[in-house]
């Protein structure tokens, strides 16, 4: 049941008990929570810095992670720079391939 | 004569023959079209997983057409006139990923598709796209290779833009149209200069012929650059997320068989046709510096997509450059360094049923999604999880294992593939493992937009048949990750091993000892 890399192995079982293992810890910790939560209450409401949520407010998934997101900015405006949509430079993109493969094969 | 020995030319004439004739069944009566499809699917899948069967216990498998024995590959002389189907490991496994992907896609269809919205022609297109791509995947012949090349680029074509009554998949299809045909003319500009040079359309002979000459490079480099367009390669990659995010969820999935079978025409290139000619590692650096680009680029493109579709074709893209990643790493130590380019090559080539696995999921998860909103904006989405529980679910399996979470199918392929490229520069590995960091970032932003929250609109959940469908590929995901190692000894190994060491038993069994 090892899948072995010549470098060391991989054991999908070996993880699920460790996982197992992992998750039996954390429960222990929650167990031993306190136990003021009551369902229905406000404790069910989102909380955002204290402000009044109005109701059906979804933080949606663009809003998740955006520190990381803006810290990738320089690089993705780079690289959105030439999906440019238009297929002249789709086409262009495919001539550069084919230029770098021809200069790659030719030269060795 | 026995049936069994038709198997390899029935894998492709069936589906050819379903596609020409169910418009015909529709005609009559629409169940009757449907009992067809379902006839000639299960037939189909029989021959392909029967041809496999042959293959991974009995070695190559041939059939030469017109022969007065299906066998006899070569005229008097030694010389092969005739087109002959070459079935190796590499060329079953690759049967099988097709084999399972139309079958979800069929599957899926019958409840997704809609009568007044050319159900019967997306069917034909289909089963035309899988007779192509079965065909690509087990010729032994060049000219025929670009003749079923062009099949599965008309069929794919036709598939992202047949809705014409919307603005955008005509669009995507006219580019992407565009760009295959520009692939496709460099093929057949390759074909014709090798078939120049020595006479012979045939891959095992002109194989045993090509010395590397520069009419043998020129050749090679145009393969490259049509097969690597052809496959979704940055930075020729743009017509994928526009042809995968249009197309409806049942050919998009179909759509990503196909670029992993002009992936396996590259490798059926590098490793067969031009495998005694590569006597350096520059091509192998080649195509291992373009995955590492393909998986970056990709998915820092993903981190930007607001539409559920852009963004999973992004994701698909990026996947494309971990099995040239694992292609490319083997063939640059394809001499030097066996003990881990074998390695690396089982791991790009397992990574290409995962993928099919997990996007083809992710596909059919964000067509329910659409189905069910008539959006796929990510910005207008949210909530869906409350009426869309099995798909939420599907989705999130599917995220998790593209971003290569263990312990999930994605992980397993994946790890292979560091393992190995970290032997020839940690650089490659440092780059691939971030490129799974940021599309898990990116999965995870997607699933909390699109199911997380709380109820927005109240949906339909998605119909049994897509379910089922979902279903299916998500038991692959789980089996391929919980037990990867028996998948890997038997279905993987034999397909690496017909490429890395596989070209002279290919000779052998084509042009005799």
Known sequence: MRLVTGQGFWSPLVWLALAAGVALLAWAFWFRGRRTYKAGTDQDMPFLSGEQVPEGAHVGGQHLYWGFVEGLRPFVDRVQAFHTGFLGDYMTWLVVLLAVALLVVMLT | ????????????????????????????????????????????????????????????????????????????????????????????????????????SLMYAFQFLKEEQGKTLAMTLFFLLWAGMLGMESTGDMFNFFVFLEVTSIAACALVGYRTWESRPPEAAFKT??????????????VGIL?????????????????????????????????????????AHMWAPD??????????????????????????????????????????????????????????????????????????VSQIGYM?????????????????????????????????ATVGLLFLAAGVVKRACGTKDLRALGGLGHDLKWTSGF????????????????????????????????????????????????????????????????????????????????????AFGLVPDFFVRHMVTPAAEALWRGRDLYLAAVLGD
């Not at chain 2, 490319?328 to 099919?356: E, Q, W, Y």
């Not at chain 2, 999130?396 to 393992?419: D, H, R, T």
Request: include cysteine; charge should be positive.
């Open chain 2, 177 to 190: 149209m565009a760009m295959y045909t520009v692939g496709g003319l460099l093929v057949l500009l390759a």
């Open chain 2, 1 to 104: 004569m026995t049936i069994g020995i038709h198997v390899p030319i029935l894998a492709i004439a069936v589906p050819l023959l379903g596609a020409f004739a169910l418009p015909i069944f529709a005609k009559v009566h629409r169940n009757l079209r449907d009992l067809w499809a379902i006839l000639v699917a299960a037939f189909t899948c029989a021959m392909v997983v029967a041809l496999a069967v042959q293959v991974f216990t009995s070695g190559i498998q041939l059939y030469t057409l017109g022969a007065a024995s299906p066998t006899a590959t070569v005229v008097q002389g030694g010389f092969p006139i005739r087109i002959v189907l070459v079935v190796d490991g590499m060329s079953a496994f690759m049967g099988l990923i097709t084999a399972l992907v139309g079958l979800a």
């Open chain 2, 195 to 235: 078939y120049g040079e020595y006479g012979a359309l045939n891959i095992a002979y002109l194989s045993s012929q090509i010395s590397g000459t520069p009419l043998d490079k020129v050749a090679l480099g145009l393969l490259l650059g049509g097969l690597l367009m052809k496959a979704g390669t940055v930075p």
């Open chain 2, 395 to 478: 989705f999130f399996l599917g995220a998790l294992a593209l971003a290569g979470i263990p312990p999930l199918n994605g992980f397993a392929s994946k790890f292979l593939i560091y393992e190995s490229s970290f032997r020839l520069s940690p650089i490659l590995t440092a780059i691939a493992v971030l490129g799974s960091i940021l599309l898990l970032a990116v999965f995870v932003r997607a699933f909390q937009g699109a199911f997380l929250g709380p109820r927005l609109r109240t949906v339909q959940p998605a119909p049994l048949g897509m379910l089922i469908a979902m279903g299916v590929l998500a038991a692959i995901i789980l």
């Open chain 2, 243 to 316: 042809a995968y995010g249009e197309a409806p969820a049942q050919a998009a999935i179909v759509l990503v068989a196909n670029t992993q079978a002009s992936l396996y025409g590259l490798f059926r290139v590098l490793f067969t046709l031009y495998g005694g000619a590569l006597s350096t590692p520059a091509v192998g650096w080649l195509v291992t510096a373009l995955g590492t680009l393909t998986l970056l680029v990709a998915a820092l493109m993903a981190v930007i997509q607001t539409d559920l579709g852009g963004l999973i074709a992004y994701g698909a």
């Open chain 2, 324 to 356: 040239l990643l694992g292609g490319g790493v083997g063939l640059t130590v394809i001499s030097s360094r066996p003990d881990f380019g074998l390695v690396a090559m089982k791991g790009g080539i397992f990574h290409m049923m995962n993928d099919a």
